[in-house]
């Protein structure tokens, strides 16, 4: 079940308004078709009722010899009207329904007292056409145009005072069904454009939600990104406030790390130097070459620590880039400097990227690759939605406890700290933070047939 229900906020909103809308509609027909039956059957027998009664009032104060004449001028083949000395048959075995009681209360209502000793009244189902659609009777224009229409049958009998039985007999309208095809295209036509309008505020309502997704993604790619703009809902614009603020926190860290790290860097120099000095006056000439390796290496960390800060701090502009390009020109270099460095043949991929800093990312791994694995082996494929390159090499790759550690500044899988068995220990570093920059991610991982793989994957 979880399968067919959207994922995006605008999809479920719009089905819980779809589902909603259906169960209404529904709803709603059902109660009009009750109600629409009870009126049309309640407008249709009173209206009957009320003629029967005007007739019976009518008849009872004629004279008993000219009520025949009255009863057959007012008798017609919608409704007919008999005056008989004895009760119609149908009054002899009444049944009682809902409608019967609400019509003899109706007559008992409108006729004066005393001038009907009982009244009886028999509401019976006609399943075809009632007697004034047949074919030898003339049908009113008026009863055409409901031909359609369900009937039912309509008999009273009332017993006036003198002890004849006055008999009434027509036919009422049933409803008729309850649904039609205007009906139909109606209520459909009405969802739709309920439907649009929907959809409409809805997109409008959740609009604001892609574009903080958007700028969420933005930030992970460039730091410096601008700031949301604040729209929408009230709580869109406290959400898109609350984002701009994490973004300037996060920018203050940021700037405030990297002060720091090329404050305490550049202040190591100093100390190296008089240490270097002091250095060449201890006459041991093997003590003195230890102290001044020694220096070299600290030297070198600082060294590369504030390239790595300036880096952080450089703010380079993006600009669009021919990535295949970008990576055979590395290639090509290190080649030419006599690396063993090869490169399969790649097309040309353009991105949005700040070139300098993936050149460094590009040129730390294939030097890595150089350095603990004989041979760097650089490949690039395309798929509709990244871009990924590879580097191998033929070295004896990295314990995997350790594929993680090594993006760790100045973490080193070789344990003796020297320059001359690893580097500093910041190449990687600066190639996950360049490659997480740029909004895509860079893993490690051992080939079965040996050495190492280095991905680094990047969105288009």
Request: proline share 5%; hydrophobic share 50%; glycine share 8%.
């Amino acid at each position: 079940m979880s399968r067919l229900v959207p994922k995006s906020l605008f999809a479920q909103t719009l089905l819980i308004l779809l589902v909603g809308l259906i169960v209404s509609y529904l709803v709603g027909t059902w109660i009009y078709a009750g109600d629409r039956q009870a009126a049309v059957r309640e407008v249709g027998g009173l209206a009957a009722a009320q003629r029967v009664a005007n007739l019976t009032q009518l008849i009872a104060e004629t004279a008993p010899d000219a009520r025949q004449h009255v009863v057959g001028e007012l008798s017609d083949p919608t409704f007919r009207v008999a005056l008989a000395e004895s009760p119609p048959a149908f009054a002899k075995a009444e049944e009682r329904t809902a409608a019967t009681d609400v019509i003899k209360g109706f007559l008992a209502q409108q006729l004066p007292a005393g001038m009907a000793h009982e009244v009886r009244v028999a509401v019976t189902g006609i399943l075809g056409p009632p007697f004034f659609m047949m074919a030898d009777h003339p049908m009113p224009v008026g009863m055409m145009m409901h031909a359609a229409t369900q009937w039912r049958g309509l008999q009273v009998a009332v017993e006036l005072a003198d002890g004849s039985w006055l008999s009434f007999t027509t036919a009422l309208p049933d409803a008729g069904p309850a649904f039609s095809w205007q009906f139909i295209v109606s209520i459909a036509v009405m969802a739709l454009i309920v439907f649009a309008v929907s959809a409409w505020a809805v997109r409008r309502v959740t609009a604001p939600l892609g574009v903080l997704a958007q700028a969420s993604e933005r930030l992970g790619r460039d730091m410096n990104a601008p700031a949301l703009p604040e729209i929408g809902t009230a709580e869109m614009r406290q959400a898109s406030r609350s984002f701009n603020q994490m973004q300037e926190r996060i920018q203050r860290l940021v700037e405030n790390r990297t002060r720091l790290l090329a404050a305490i860097s550049h202040d190591l120099r100093t100390p190296l130097t008089l240490l270097r000095l002091r250095a060449e006056n201890v006459e041991s000439a093997e003590d003195r070459e230890k102290i001044l390796a020694t220096i070299a290496d600290m030297d070198a960390m600082i060294g590369a620590t504030l390239a790595f800060a300036k880096d952080e701090a450089a703010a380079e502009p993006r600009q669009r880039a021919d990535l295949g390009a970008l990576l055979a020109s590395i290639a090509d270099d290190m080649a030419d400097a006599g690396l063993p460095v090869g490169l399969e043949s790649c097309e040309a991929v353009i991105i949005e990227c700040q070139p300098g800093a993936l050149k460094r990312a590009l040129t730390n791994l294939l030097d890595n690759a150089v350095k603990y694995g004989k041979k760097a082996h650089a490949a690039l494929r395309v798929t509709p939605a990244r871009v990924e390159i590879t580097i191998d090499d033929e070295g004896p790759g990295i314990p995997e406890e350790d594929l993680t550690r090594v993006f760790q500044p100045f973490y080193r899988v070789e344990t003796s700290r020297s320059r001359e068995t690893g580097g500093i220990g910041l190449g990687l570093a600066i190639a996950l933070s360049i490659v997480q920059a740029h909004g895509g991610e860079l893993k490690l991982a051992n080939r079965r047939e040996g050495g190492l793989r280095a991905t680094v994957t990047l969105p288009l």
